[in-house]
Every structure is written in C-alpha cells, then in structure tokens.
C-alpha cells in the first residue's frame, strides 16, 4: 500500500499478509510458518508507521522557519532578512558665512578723476573720449593719458557724446541743434544743422550702426530716420 500526505505519496510500504505457498510440509507446518509472516508482515507495519512519523516529524522544523514573504527581485537581503530601503539625500546647506550670489554685479576695473565732464564714452579699443567744462573734445588712453584734443568753431553744450561706433564718434549739441561726426583722431567727418532738415526740436540723437542717425523729435513726439549721407530724412 501507499501513503498519503497532503495528496502526495510518501512512501509505499507492504502491510498486507502475503499467503505462503509450501510444497511438501504438513498442515500445521504451514500455520505455524503463516503465522511468523503474519508476525513479521506486523513488525514491517510498525516500523513503518515509526518511520513515517519521524520523516514528518522532521519536516516541522522547515515550515516553522519558512519566509512569509517574497522578496522582490531588486532585493539582496538573506531570505529570512527584509530589504534594507536606501534613504533619501537631504537638501545640501550652503555655507553661512558665503557672500550670497548677486546676479548681474558690477565689478570695479579702474577709476579716473575727469575734470568736470559733461559727457563721457568709451570705444571697443577702452579710449575713453570725454567733453569738458568749455565743451572741448578730449581723447585719453586707459590710463588717463590725453591723446588728442577737438575745439568747436563755435561754443555749444555737448548732450550726447558715443564712440562705441567703429567708423565715426558722434556729437550732438542739444542747444545748437548740431550733430558732428568724428574719426578716430577727432577729425571732423561731417556737420549737420538740423535745424535745415527737421520742422521741431530734436531732444536726443543717436548713430546706428548702419551709419544712420535716429532723432527724437520732442516738438512732434516722433523718431525719425535720417541719412548723413544723402542729408534727407528717410
């Protein structure tokens, strides 16, 4: 016979009285000898039976400690151990003592005492070109050396004064209505009376980069476009 356990066999065993099947002995010789293999077919049963109880006796153990759960498959802890979870990088501190960054700072390069200066600009090269208290145009290096120097023909107030042009520097005398145009040497280039050209009072001018002037008209609130070349407004 076999036995059963949780709907598995366990093991077979043979419990059951086999007939012995003797040739030549008496009747009472067959019982007798029946009867020892019916005694040692009961021994088998016995010890059987004890056998299967300590092979599941011994599988207690391994039911007692098994692991409930399942780790996942990212897990490398030991069966028995849960998973150690990695905790989260806290926020960085940043030094107390560090200045606080401050965007778009200006850095100081160098400093220059001007005498009295009306206006000031500075070309691509670092020349630094500036109108003084008698509305003269000085030239000075980077080192505040002077350079050249321009004298109007006649006196006048220098509102707007741009070099960062490449050809020419602008000038322009906001009381005279006058725009000058300089090279690089303070040589004059060309002189526009623009009270010739525009019906208002120009309030600022400007030099483009195409060589092209912009005028703000303050008597007319508009912007206008004019050409230094041709001498016509655009």
């Given at each position: 016979t ?11 065993m043979?419990?059951?009285?086999v007939?012995?099947w ?5 009747r ?17 049963c016995?010890?059987?039976?004890v056998?299967l ?6 599988l ?8 409930a759960?399942?780790?996942?498959a990212?897990s490398?802890?030991p ?25 778009g700072?200006w ?8 005498p009295?200066a ?13 109108a003084?208290?008698?509305n003269n ?22 509102s ?10 602008l000038?322009f ?6 725009v000058?145009?300089?090279?690089r ?9 623009l009270?010739d050209?525009v ?9 483009a ?14 912007l206008?476009e004019?050409?230094?070349?041709a001498?016509?407004?655009?």
């Amino acid at each position: 016979t076999s036995i059963w356990v949780n709907g598995s066999i366990i093991a077979p065993m043979a419990c059951m009285t086999v007939p012995l099947w003797l040739c030549g002995n008496t009747r009472g010789e067959r019982r007798v000898k029946s009867e020892e293999s019916r005694g040692k077919s009961s021994l088998q049963c016995k010890l059987a039976l004890v056998g299967l109880l300590f092979f599941n006796s011994s599988l207690l153990p391994l039911n007692a400690y098994a692991q409930a759960t399942v780790p996942s498959a990212a897990s490398v802890a030991p069966a028995a151990g849960v998973a150690p979870v990695e905790a989260a990088p806290g926020p960085k501190t940043l030094n107390p003592n560090a200045p606080a960054p401050v965007s778009g700072a200006w850095v100081l390069v160098k400093s220059l005492t001007l005498p009295n200066a009306s206006a000031a600009s500075v070309d691509r090269r670092g020349t630094l070109y500036l109108a003084d208290k008698d509305n003269n145009l000085r030239q000075l290096t980077t080192a505040g050396q002077p350079l050249n120097t321009y004298s109007p023909a006649q006196p006048g107030h220098v509102s707007v004064l741009e070099a960062w042009n490449q050809n020419s520097v602008l000038v322009f005398y906001d009381d005279r209505q006058q725009v000058l145009l300089l090279d690089r040497f303070l040589a004059p280039l060309s002189e526009i009376r623009l009270a010739d050209y525009v019906d208002g009072t120009v309030r600022t001018a400007t030099l483009a980069p195409d060589g092209l002037l912009w005028l703000l008209d303050e008597s007319n609130l508009v912007l206008r476009e004019f050409d230094p070349q041709a001498l016509r407004l655009v």
